[in-house]
């Protein structure tokens, strides 16, 4: 008995000593960044971590934020979420009061329900995967990036409103991207019950002809083509469309906008729609980030620093705006408050998506993509 | 039923089929003379394709156009082929002529994998636009929509070949060295034919045969890049196996089979399926006749 209560007391005093050792404690803002910092997807972790790094360097050399300096816990997550866990475990203990991150959808996942439970906001600058917003478990939840099924919700929606198609064709590559567009596209067309599915289809990617099944969309009567894949298939489809003279919109992922299709599809990719991410280059914070990012680090910013640097000031912004970082006022701040990023001007849903952030639709017009108003 | 569904995919079948049967020629021919399995004959195929892109790039700038290009691109594209195939010949399968017979099979599998990766290094990895070389023809126009000029061209040039090459191999005095070649090297040896010279002609037609075939299906798709011998080779081969290895006739009947059935396939049930229903009449024709549609009985001497 005795014994034991004495582990325990060296135990308490052992934790106290570690959490009271960043001195200053109560007077500052904690923001945990976590993220994969090593092994192979370290890539995608790192420019955020830089981003916030960068963004909490100015604020504090401007006063900080209500008057407090931010400080911020850099934790390693590796996109295990056996390791998310921890960190978030450690997060939670060292009482932080916001988190970045995580970067990959599993470890974020996994450390959601830790959050969740401790009632800690995180702001996630690349976890894509749809249910995190959707399926409402995470209240807790917000990201800076546009979650998988966005651009095939575009490609549909636009299908149906835009081009008021009646009959939509679906025609992917069977890979897990193109798949995964058209998958997206034909629940979105069905659950929105303004068209039909005519047709859905897998092809033989390399294959040297897809004659058959541009004939099967001509005999289906379709009026729109929903391609999911990249742009050597698509070409060919093309190219075949316009050789058997049948008219239909054709509309794309992202995996086809680029000048890779516009160079072998050639005079075929004329009034070819596609879907793509906003482009956030000309901004003038983006601009302004990204030249900051250049002069210290002596090249290109990596994956995710925009969303990352994004992520952060929508945080700060919050926290100004709630006046301190109680759970409620803060959530309530992320979804009224606007605030200006290296990805637009964003403010969260109900859901914790980001409005204003994704994708648009281009149409190629003599030879280069166009966004379409 | 609708018929004219039906009709517009059996002649999308018979398109793609012959597409099939013009790279399968080559197989056949090949194995029909040395009974050598030869997988780089589709790598041959792409820098056919490769040559004859570069070339067009070239007189397009020098400002010719039309059928000018098209013989050139063609003509430079069939000599770089042949000299391919017959240097292929001298390096991997000559040293192994009396090897044991899986020894060449490696060997081609080993030249295929070299030369579709030399073309990545020194060329690109990326797909290129390969120019449309054969514009429509006017007279084409009312039948577009089930057959457009380049495939008009790709059957003919099947068919032209598929003739030729039974005329060669019947009744000239090459053919007849062949021949004889195939029944018994040291015999034909004997009697005064060199053989060498008979199996270097031999790699060399194949080779034209693929440089061919290889001009006019990147024409017709559009787009090459140094993968394209991969695909089209191995469904080329099994065109060929399915005709009957080494029959020449088998060799396009074996190709149109397979073009037909695929886009059936495709057609009335799903596009998705295409290779199993390629694949499954391969294994269930084999299993009929395992010497293929018009492939004979080979005796085995006891």
Same mark, same amino acid.
């Given at each position: 008995?005795?014994?034991?209560?004495?582990?325990?007391?060296?135990?308490?005093?052992?934790?106290?000593?570690? +959490?009271?050792?960043?001195?200053?404690?109560?007077?500052?803002?904690?923001?945990?960044?976590?993220?994969?910092?090593?092994?192979?997807?370290?890539?995608?972790?790192?420019?955020?971590?830089?981003?916030?790094?960068?963004?909490?360097?100015?604020?504090?050399?401007?006063?900080?934020?209500?008057?407090?300096?931010?400080?911020?816990?850099?934790?390693?997550?590796?996109?295990?979420?056996?390791?998310?866990?921890?960190?978030?475990?450690?997060?939670?203990?060292?009482? +932080?009061?916001?988190?970045?991150?995580?970067?990959?959808?599993?470890?974020?996942?996994?450390?959601?329900?830790?959050?969740?439970?401790?009632?800690?906001?995180?702001?996630?600058?690349?976890? &894509?995967?749809?249910?995190?917003?959707?399926?409402?478990?995470?209240?807790?939840?917000?990201?800076?990036?546009?979650?998988?099924?966005?651009?095939?919700?575009?490609?549909?929606?636009?299908?149906?409103?835009?081009?008021?198609?009646?009959?939509?064709?679906?025609?992917?590559?069977?890979?897990?991207?193109?798949?995964?567009?058209?998958?997206?596209?034909?629940?979105?067309?069905?659950?929105?019950?303004?068209?039909?599915?005519?047709?859905?289809?897998?092809?033989?990617?390399?294959?040297?002809?897809?004659?058959?099944?541009?004939?099967?969309?001509?005999?289906?009567?379709?009026?729109?083509?929903?391609?999911?894949?990249?742009?050597?298939?698509?070409?060919?489809?093309?190219?075949?469309?316009?050789?058997?003279?049948?008219?239909?919109?054709?509309?794309?992922?992202?995996?086809?906008?680029?000048?890779?299709?516009?160079?072998?599809?050639?005079? #075929?990719?004329?009034?070819?729609?596609?879907?793509?991410?906003?482009?956030?280059?000309?901004?003038?914070?983006?601009?302004?980030?990204?030249?900051?990012?250049?002069?210290?680090?002596?090249?290109?910013?990596?994956?995710?620093?925009?969303? /990352?640097?994004?992520?952060?000031?929508?945080?700060?912004?919050?926290?100004?705006?709630? /006046?301190?970082?109680?759970?409620?006022?803060?959530?309530?701040?992320?979804?009224?408050?606007?605030?200006?990023? &290296?990805?637009?001007?964003?403010?969260?849903?109900?859901?914790? #998506?980001?409005?204003?952030?994704?994708?648009?639709?281009?149409?190629?017009?003599?030879?280069?993509?166009?966004?379409?108003? | 039923?609708?018929?004219?569904?039906?009709?517009?995919?059996?002649?999308?079948?018979?398109?793609?089929?012959?597409?099939?049967?013009?790279?399968?020629?080559?197989?056949?021919?090949?194995?029909?003379?040395?009974?050598?399995?030869?997988?780089?004959?589709?790598?041959?195929?792409?820098?056919?394709?490769?040559?004859?892109?570069?070339? &067009?790039? +070239?007189?397009?700038?020098?400002?010719?156009?039309?059928?000018?290009?098209?013989?050139?691109?063609?003509?430079?594209?069939?000599?770089?082929?042949?000299?391919?195939?017959?240097?292929?010949?001298?390096?991997?399968?000559?040293?192994?002529?009396?090897?044991?017979?899986?020894?060449?099979?490696?060997?081609?599998?080993?030249?295929?994998?070299?030369?579709?990766?030399?073309?990545?290094?020194?060329?690109?990895?990326?797909?290129?636009?390969?120019?449309?070389?054969?514009?429509?023809?006017?007279?084409?126009?009312?039948?577009?929509?089930?057959?457009?000029?380049?495939?008009?061209?790709?059957?003919?040039?099947?068919?032209?070949?598929?003739?030729?090459?039974?005329?060669?191999?019947?009744?000239?005095?090459?053919?007849?060295?062949?021949?004889?070649?195939?029944?018994?090297?040291?015999?034909?040896?004997?009697?005064?034919?060199?053989? #060498?010279?008979?199996?270097?002609?031999?790699?060399?037609?194949?080779?034209?045969?693929?440089?061919?075939?290889?001009?006019?299906?990147?024409?017709? &798709?559009?787009?090459?890049?140094?993968?394209?011998?991969?695909?089209?080779?191995?469904?080329?081969?099994?065109?060929?196996?399915? /005709?009957?290895?080494?029959?020449?006739?088998?060799?396009?009947?074996?190709?149109?089979?397979?073009?037909?059935?695929?886009?059936?396939?495709?057609?009335?049930?799903?596009?998705?399926?295409?290779?199993?229903?390629?694949?499954?009449?391969?294994?269930?024709?084999?299993?009929?006749?395992?010497?293929?549609?018009?492939?004979?009985?080979?005796?085995?001497?006891?």
């Amino acid at each position: 008995m005795q014994k034991s209560t004495l582990v325990k007391l060296f135990a308490t005093a052992f934790v106290a000593v570690l +959490v009271a050792s960043p001195a200053s404690a109560a007077d500052t803002i904690k923001i945990g960044v976590a993220g994969p910092h090593t092994g192979d997807l370290a890539p995608y972790g790192i420019p955020t971590k830089e981003a916030a790094e960068m963004v909490v360097a100015e604020v504090n050399a401007k006063g900080g934020i209500n008057g407090k300096q931010i400080e911020l816990m850099i934790v390693d997550d590796q996109c295990k979420p056996e390791i998310a866990t921890n960190v978030a475990t450690k997060l939670v203990s060292e009482s +932080v009061n916001i988190v970045i991150g995580h970067v990959c959808s599993g470890a974020t996942k996994a450390a959601m329900g830790i959050y969740k439970g401790a009632k800690l906001i995180a702001i996630s600058p690349s976890a &894509t995967n749809p249910p995190l917003t959707k399926s409402g478990e995470y209240p807790n939840f917000y990201r800076t990036i546009a979650a998988d099924d966005d651009q095939a919700m575009l490609a549909a929606s636009f299908a149906t409103d835009k081009l008021k198609a009646k009959k939509v064709a679906i025609i992917h590559d069977k890979g897990d991207y193109g798949k995964g567009f058209a998958d997206f596209s034909k629940v979105a067309i069905e659950t929105g019950g303004k068209a039909k599915v005519v047709m859905y289809e897998g092809i033989q990617p390399g294959a040297l002809d897809y004659s058959a099944v541009v004939q099967k969309l001509r005999s289906e009567g379709a009026d729109t083509l929903i391609f999911g894949g990249y742009h050597p298939e698509a070409s060919k489809i093309l190219s075949l469309l316009n050789k058997k003279k049948i008219k239909i919109a054709f509309i794309g992922p992202d995996g086809i906008k680029g000048d890779g299709f516009l160079k072998i599809a050639g005079k #075929d990719a004329e009034g070819v729609y596609a879907t793509g991410p906003k482009d956030v280059a000309k901004l003038p914070l983006n601009i302004k980030a990204h030249d900051e990012y250049k002069a210290k680090y002596k090249k290109e910013p990596g994956t995710f620093f925009d969303q /990352g640097y994004a992520a952060m000031l929508a945080a700060l912004n919050a926290i100004k705006v709630a /006046g301190g970082t109680d759970y409620d006022a803060l959530g309530k701040a992320l979804k009224s408050s606007s605030v200006e990023t &290296t990805v637009g001007k964003i403010k969260f849903d109900t859901k914790g #998506d980001a409005e204003g952030v994704g994708f648009s639709v281009y149409q190629v017009k003599n030879g280069a993509f166009a966004e379409v108003k | 039923m609708d018929f004219e569904y039906l009709f517009e995919l059996l002649c999308s079948g018979v398109v793609k089929g012959s597409i099939y049967a013009l790279i399968a020629l080559g197989y056949t021919m090949v194995y029909g003379i040395i009974q050598l399995i030869n997988f780089a004959h589709g790598e041959v195929y792409m820098i056919g394709a490769f040559v004859a892109f570069i070339v &067009t790039g +070239v007189l397009t700038l020098s400002g010719h156009s039309g059928l000018t290009v098209l013989l050139l691109a063609a003509l430079a594209a069939v000599i770089y082929a042949a000299a391919y195939g017959y240097t292929l010949e001298k390096i991997a399968y000559r040293p192994l002529r009396n090897a044991p017979r899986l020894s060449p099979l490696i060997s081609a599998i080993g030249a295929s994998i070299f030369l579709m990766n030399f073309v990545q290094l020194v060329q690109t990895p990326d797909f290129l636009p390969f120019p449309e070389l054969i514009s429509d023809f006017d007279f084409m126009e009312p039948i577009s929509r089930y057959l457009s000029s380049v495939d008009l061209i790709i059957l003919i040039v099947t068919t032209v070949t598929m003739i030729a090459l039974t005329v060669l191999i019947k009744y000239t005095r090459t053919g007849k060295a062949m021949r004889a070649t195939q029944q018994d090297m040291i015999m034909a040896r004997l009697s005064g034919i060199n053989v #060498d010279r008979v199996i270097s002609a031999t790699f060399i037609i194949g080779s034209v045969l693929a440089a061919i075939a290889g001009v006019l299906i990147a024409s017709r &798709t559009g787009q090459i890049n140094s993968a394209i011998g991969f695909t089209a080779g191995l469904k080329a081969f099994t065109a060929a196996v399915l /005709g009957g290895i080494g029959n020449i006739p088998g060799a396009v009947l074996g190709g149109l089979v397979l073009g037909i059935a695929e886009t059936l396939g495709a057609g009335y049930i799903s596009s998705a399926y295409e290779d199993v229903f390629a694949f499954g009449l391969l294994v269930l024709i084999l299993t009929l006749r395992p010497s293929g549609l018009l492939g004979k009985a080979v005796k085995q001497k006891v």
